[in-house]
Antibody, heavy 119, light 108 residues
Framework: QVQLLESGPGLVKPSETLSLTCIVS????????WSWIRQPPGKGLEWIGY???????NSNPSLKSRVTISADTSKNQLSLKLSSVSAADTAVYYC?????????????WGQGTLVTVSS | SYVLTQPPSVSVAPGKTATITCGGD??????VHWYQQRPGQAPVLVIY???DRPSGIPERFSGSNSGNTATLTISRVEAGDEADYYC???????????FGTGTQVTVL
């Protein structure tokens, strides 16, 4: 069974860059889409962006200018960088696998990691 | 931008049926997926492609989609079904993912 484990600093200062890593275990990254999704405390879910195992990416237009998603399939690892953060970026960040052979369904979610933006 | 609207909360007695709606413009023309998020946990896929159930999801969970409303139905509700539920669609034209506003299901 696929497991996803996010890691990174729990506290980031305003205007700095948020950097998270997700380790994929129990399966290969090949032939799959992988997304980052976030959830501000007490609020709903927001899709940040995805990367296909081949390296192609796409992101939420509202975040596109600040988002970088990358993957190292040899290490079964993907990364998220979000620049120029503000308090509005405080959220639980989830690493998510898309259902095999589909682009539109999220089937495995990591446990999530809380990132707080504060000075 | 495309908006998916859900009722903020639904209350249901144990053993009864909970109905959660997800409203969107001609949502019936899109595929809808549903996620359950128990308190403090990550979301779990419970229905995909409007009405399909992933393995391990009880038959008590069912879905439908037509016109401007998609519906998640939970039959014979149990205490363990208490959670937030989110609908989700993929806008193929813009390759963009939209989540509903979320519905908190309370088991009385």
């Amino acid at each position: 069974q696929v497991q996803l484990l996010e890691s990174g600093p729990g506290l980031v200062k305003p205007s700095e860059t948020l950097s998270l890593t997700c380790i994929v275990s129990g399966g290969s990254m090949s032939s799959n889409y992988w997304s980052w999704i976030r959830q501000p405390p007490g609020k709903g879910l927001e899709w940040i962006g995805y990367i296909y195992y081949s390296g192609s990416t796409n992101s939420n237009p509202s975040l596109k200018s600040r988002v970088t998603i990358s993957a190292d399939t040899s290490k079964n690892q993907l990364s998220l960088k979000l620049s120029s953060v503000s308090a509005a970026d405080t959220a639980v960040y989830y690493c998510v696998r898309h259902l095999m052979a589909t682009v539109q369904i999220f089937d495995y979610w990591g446990q999530g990691t809380l990132v707080t933006v504060s000075s | 931008s495309y908006v998916l609207t859900q009722p903020p909360s639904v209350s249901v007695a144990p053993g009864k049926t909970a109905t959660i709606t997800c409203g969107g413009d001609t949502i019936g023309s899109k595929s809808v997926h549903w996620y359950q998020q128990r308190p403090g946990q990550a979301p779990v896929l419970v229905i995909y492609y409007d009405s399909d159930r992933p393995s391990g999801i009880p038959e008590r969970f069912s879905g439908s989609n037509s016109g401007n409303t998609a519906t998640l139905t939970i039959s014979r509700v149990e205490a363990g079904d208490e959670a937030d539920y989110y609908c989700q669609v993929w806008d193929s034209g813009s390759d963009y993912y939209i989540f509903g506003t979320g519905t908190q299901v309370t088991v009385l």
